[in-house]
């Protein structure tokens, strides 16, 4: 990994105004983690908590998934975490395709970089961008397939376990499955 590739892509974003939230949010939220990650999550926009620190997944829902890493025995700073926004949408509404569009490339950017085994999209908005446009993250969580090297799956976003608690068992199947994945990848 190229610190200067990484700190030049970070800078990029810092001072992107390729659309209008990069005027509007408190803080750029980069992504967290280890840039050798085998693992890398991605979300779908820094909410409150995350635009005022900076970080992503650090309110209510980034609490969730810490404890679905912990039960899983994955630890947090082993994988890489970021968002297809880097920039907080106002109101939590989900990011609209201009959005989408003006900021996807520097994610492009940080996978090509860490280059991860496997990508995880955490919700619909992620793996629609990512996997595929029709994805049904109801019907679809959970499975795997193989894009460009790279071995994809969606989970429930936790914020969508925290409003319906009953996708939590489902969550933690997926969950197991990922450590799997990751273990029959790594440990070869
Ligand atoms: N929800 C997301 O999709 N990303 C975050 O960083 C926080 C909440």
């Not at 992107?16 to 983690?33: A, D, E, H, I, M």
């Not at 899983?72 to 939590?92: D, F, T």
């Amino acid at each position: 990994m190229s610190e200067a590739l990484w700190n030049d892509l970070k800078s990029r974003c810092e001072s992107c105004r390729g659309c209008p939230l990069g005027k509007t949010r408190t803080n750029l939220v980069f992504g967290v983690g280890n840039r050798e990650a085998d693992l890398m999550f991605v979300g779908e926009a820094p909410g409150q908590a995350e635009d005022e620190q900076g970080i992503p997944f650090v309110g209510a829902a980034g609490k969730l998934l810490d404890r679905y890493l912990f039960a899983v025995g994955i630890p947090r700073e082993s994988v890489y975490i970021a968002n297809i926004l880097k920039c907080r949408p106002p109101m939590n509404r989900d990011p609209n395709p201009e959005e989408q569009d003006a900021c996807i490339g520097y994610l492009r950017e940080q996978v090509r970089l860490i280059q991860p085994r496997i990508i995880v999209c955490l919700g619909r908005i992620s793996a629609m961008r990512l996997i595929k446009p029709d994805y049904r993250i109801t019907r679809e969580h959970g499975q795997f397939i193989r894009k460009g090297g790279v071995l994809m799956t969606a989970v429930y976003h936790p914020a969508a376990l925290l409003r319906d608690p009953s996708k939590k068992e489902d969550m933690l199947l997926d969950m197991e499955r990922i450590k799997e994945q990751l273990d029959l990848l790594t440990k070869a």
